[in-house]
């Protein structure tokens, strides 16, 4: 894993906008794929944490390009429970957000 403090980072600025995101997950996702610039900063920080060379379950094929699968970022990692518990108005606090479920 290479830098996980820009991944906590990235996380954190995600969640932090998470209060103005519907709480249905699939338009969580929708949103998210399509006008979240916080969700293309978490994408960038997970390539940078985990390259697709040692965390390969990461990624998939698209346009003959390997990208993160959002579905394994927001679903296999908790990311999306904790989104859609914010968008519903929960808090979270700051000191307890890591990086570890992310690409651990």
Not at 17 to 29: E, G, H, K, M, N
Not at 50 to 60: I, V
Request: charged content about 20%; hydrophobic content about 45%; proline content about 7%.
């Amino acid at each position: 894993m290479e830098d996980t403090a820009s991944l906590r980072q990235a996380v954190l600025a995600w969640l932090e906008q998470a209060p103005d995101l519907p709480s249905i997950p699939q338009a969580i996702t929708d949103v998210a794929l399509s006008t979240q610039p916080e969700f293309d900063a978490l994408i960038n920080a997970v390539v940078g944490a985990a390259p697709k060379s040692e965390h390969r379950d990461l990624y998939g094929k698209a346009d003959d390009d390997w990208v993160p699968r959002w579905s394994t970022l927001l679903g296999g990692s908790g990311l999306g429970d904790a989104t859609r518990l914010v968008a519903q108005g929960a808090t979270v606090p700051v000191e307890e957000v890591g990086v570890c479920c992310m690409v651990g």
